[in-house]
């Protein structure tokens, strides 16, 4: 299903995917429902580690915009997965992701950016569980349960994800 081995996760993210408080977790992380389909928004993610992650699954209409010290560099596919982007070392090396946006066809979702909170968007209900056991993926199985629980004891719906004076 993936191939993990792509590139070496950075510090910053090892340490993100490895969430040891359920306070800090519950901070971060929001889930929405709207209608039959979730939205997972995090705060503060690693968006390099989230293509990391999400390597092996095929991109529709991917546009990534990355930077290189001054330099911006504009990335746009019909469809791609991260993985082939990963595949140059300069790439991982030396870019940073500021802003990206798709949708993942296998996994039947979207996802983008509004600055470092990273969205996903109508997800279905039976993936939920599968795109959170993969970005929590160094979690222990049992305190990830747990926060799992966390997220759907705090679930949020539509209406407050249209009205932001409820955020």
Do not use: W
């Amino acid at each position: 299903m993936h191939d993990l081995n792509i590139i070496e996760l950075n510090k910053d993210f090892r340490d993100f995917s490895k969430i040891s408080h359920v306070h800090d977790f519950t901070r971060r992380f929001t889930l929405y429902k709207k209608d039959k389909r979730y939205s997972l928004q995090i705060t503060e993610y690693d968006f390099k580690g989230f293509a990391y992650l999400f390597s092996s699954y095929t991109i529709e209409d991917l546009f990534l915009e990355t930077k290189k010290g001054d330099k911006l560099f504009v990335y746009q596919h019909r469809t791609l997965k991260f993985a082939e982007l990963f595949r140059d070392q300069e790439f991982v090396q030396q870019q940073s992701i500021q802003n990206l946006r798709g949708y993942f066809i296998e996994l039947d979702f979207y996802f983008h950016n509004e600055g470092s909170k990273l969205i996903l968007d109508y997800i279905d209900r039976n993936q939920l569980q599968d795109v959170f056991d993969l970005l929590l993926f160094e979690t222990d199985c049992q305190f990830r349960g747990r926060l799992m629980t966390e997220l759907l004891i705090n679930l949020r719906f539509s209406e407050e994800l249209e009205d932001p004076s409820l955020t």
